[in-house]
């Protein structure tokens, strides 16, 4: 039967079934011989993900929600024909869940894995399936690689820094390789000739191509192939990359041909993977698959207005998910030598070049912890003051493997550096006016659902006059009309968000430096709310954005996905059960597995062309340029660099 969209879908006879409902486990026990381990080889843990067969009451009930989820995705229609630069996203969702109803499967983890991959291949990285039974391993090669530029030519390199940095993961990592005899730390700063017997360059196209997602463009996902620095956990990091740290223990090893330092002779090496467990504990098949596998208490939604105690603040969120992000400290020696100027604990990290002149601004994340929301603005007003007072004329922003975060710190940012005269902050926005949707808004005006329980909820929005909607105002009816590659695709009304009346701090009446003294720099991994907050500056500003980094001859796009707000499958039931819609026909069934269907909910719609989603309006940088040995993994001489080159 084909999904469909906007109809039941197929016919799901079995949700009243436990929830204990999994795929029998298989005779021989293949989980337990890893068991308690941090580490275990790749074939080993591949072996205990295909040990539980395929289930097919648990295809349904996934494949049910899944499509029914995907009524909200507000892409859906852009998906036949992506227009340019972005073709190679270009799939027909529907045509593709039916392949998945009617494909003939071995094991639970075969099912899972292609729905993964096709959802992943969308390449947004707001809106994609996430089965938290397989998601459970990174898989980590010794040798990460880069892009350097050498005498003015680019070349694939094992990172010069590999030794220190993989030697961060500890011994229980680097024992394995003692063990085996495999000396990882001779590769680093080798030049990679070619990868499983292709070019290297083509080896990322196709790494870029098929597992990295995230991202509709291509260059940025080639960007994501490679090592690069970061702030995680309120600290330097640095990520391994899509080729040297992918999600799935389905490779053992990868084959280089090298030219290692120091030497002319190439040689072939083949470097073994090793597969990093983290999932919840256990002992055995039955454990693991109830400790991973089995949906718990925040799988699914909640009616929130039956909810007690405490409430997080509801707050629009628009982040991706790095499954890929396996937490390794930067290497000391390349952290800032610079001293941190106040506000600088939390996910922002600033500092004073030393030309005196140059400030810097590194905005790791737009999602702090709950309790540091405020913080956040704090840290901001913080830094520039401190700028100011020491005479800085010039900032520099950087948000390199910027994943997002809450959509109005993006708002704020945007605002305080560019003055209150600047009005709203943010974008036009809609949500996808489907039945189901149009049924939740008119069941939140009758049950007088409020703004602090449902995003729904018409108050949580303003007319685009920036006065709050009205609690009975119906946004979702009349919707309008809206045609994608032929196709009526009608959307919500048009409104504004809320976010200043979120802002603690004062916004200056004036930008603190003049808007041509500000620039940005990245790697185009600019995702979510960091879209967002570099197309604001990009659009309204004509602000200089510098990207470093990519394929030789390849142009990458400045900002990474850019939607306007996700709602993780848990918020969407939840708005769908307060709103006591939850038996309609069109709703999605609670999940039997743990896992999250998650979806770009909203669409912000271009400054310059408001009949645009930023989205699909390609951006492209004023400057690129290629990543050297001295600033692929140093973020103070990338600034310096960078200063030097946007300041001139």
């Not at 295809?59 to 024909?81: G, K, M, P």
């Not at 959509?407 to 949500?431: A, D, E, I, M, R």
Request: glycine share 6%.
């Amino acid at each position: 039967m084909a999904f469909v969209k906007h109809t039941a879908g197929v016919v799901l006879t079995t949700l009243a079934l436990s929830a204990t409902t999994s795929a029998a486990p298989s005779a021989v026990d293949s989980c337990a011989k890893f068991a308690g381990q941090q580490y275990a080889a790749p074939s080993d843990a591949l072996a205990c993900l295909k040990s539980f067969p395929f289930n097919e009451t648990l295809r349904q009930n996934v494949l049910t929600n899944v499509a029914r989820v995907f009524d909200f995705f507000t892409f859906e229609e852009y998906y036949t024909s992506s227009p340019a630069p972005f073709q190679e996203s270009t799939t027909n969702i529907r045509e593709n869940l039916a392949r998945i109803n009617s494909t003939n499967y071995a094991t639970d983890y075969d099912f899972n894995k292609d729905l993964y991959d096709f959802t992943n291949q969308l390449n947004d990285g707001h809106t994609r399936w996430f089965p938290d039974c397989y998601t459970t391993f990174q898989n980590l090669l010794p040798a990460p690689i880069t892009t350097l530029e050498e005498d003015g030519v680019q070349s694939i390199f094992v990172a010069p820094d590999s030794a220190e940095f993989v030697s961060l993961l500890g011994t229980s990592y680097t024992s394995y390789f003692d063990g085996i005899g495999f000396d990882f730390k001779r590769l680093a700063g080798a030049k990679v000739l070619s990868i499983e017997g292709q070019d290297p360059y083509v080896y990322a196209d196709y790494i870029a191509k098929t597992a990295s997602g995230n991202y509709l463009d291509h260059g940025i996902r080639v960007n994501s192939v490679f090592s690069s620095y970061r702030i995680s956990g309120g600290d330097f990091s640095q990520r391994f990359g899509d080729l040297a740290g992918p999600s799935f223990p389905d490779k053992d090893s990868l084959t280089m041909s090298l030219l290692l330092v120091n030497s002319t002779t190439p040689e072939t090496v083949k470097v073994p993977y090793l597969a990093s467990y983290v999932g919840a504990d256990f002992t055995d098949q039955a454990s693991f698959w109830q400790a991973n596998c089995v949906a718990n208490s925040n799988t699914n939604g909640k009616d929130q207005k039956t909810v007690s105690g405490k409430r997080v603040p509801k707050r629009p969120k628009a982040s991706i998910i790095d499954k890929v992000a396996n937490g390794v400290a930067l290497p000391s020696p390349f952290h800032p030598r610079l001293p941190q100027i106040d506000g600088s604990s939390g996910v922002i990290k600033s500092y004073i070049l030393p030309d005196n002149t140059t400030g810097v601004i590194f905005v790791g994340s737009f999602s702090p912890a709950v309790s540091a929301y405020y913080d956040f603005q704090t840290d901001v007003a913080t830094a520039v003051n401190q700028f100011k007072a020491a005479g800085v004329t010039r900032l520099l922003v950087d948000l390199t493997n910027n994943g997002g975060g809450y959509v109005c710190l993006g708002q704020f940012l945007h605002k305080y550096l560019s003055g209150s005269t600047v009005g709203y902050p943010g974008f036009v926005t809609t949500n996808r006016a489907n039945p189901l949707a149009q049924k939740i808004v008119a069941a939140d005006i009758k049950l007088g659902v409020s703004s602090e329980i449902s995003f729904y909820a018409p108050a949580s929005w303003a007319f685009l006059n920036d006065t709050v909607q009205s609690v009975d105002y119906n946004y979702n009816n009349p919707s309008l009309p809206f045609t994608v590659n032929g196709v009526e695709d009608p959307t919500s009304q048009r409104f504004h968000e809320t976010c200043s009346n979120d802002f603690v701090v004062d916004i200056p009446e004036q930008p603190p430096f003049d808007l041509s003294n500000v620039a940005i720099v990245g790697n185009g991994n600019c995702a979510s709310t960091c879209a967002l907050f570099s197309t604001l500056m990009f659009e309204r500003h004509q602000t200089k954005i510098a990207i470093f980094g990519g394929k030789p001859g390849e142009k990458i796009e400045f900002k990474g996905m850019a939607g306007n707000q996700v709602l993780e499958w848990a918020d969407l039931d939840s708005e769908i059960k307060t709103a006591e819609v939850k038996n309609d026909v069109l709703a999605p069934p609670d999940l039997l597995v743990s896992g999250n269907m998650r979806v770009n909910w909203r669409t912000a719609w271009s400054y310059l062309d408001e009949n645009v989603p930023i989205a699909y309006l390609s951006g492209q940088p004023q400057f690129q340029f290629a990543y050297t040995r001295d600033t692929y993994n140093d973020p103070q001489n990338l600034w310096t660099f960078a200063a030097s080159k946007l300041f001139a």
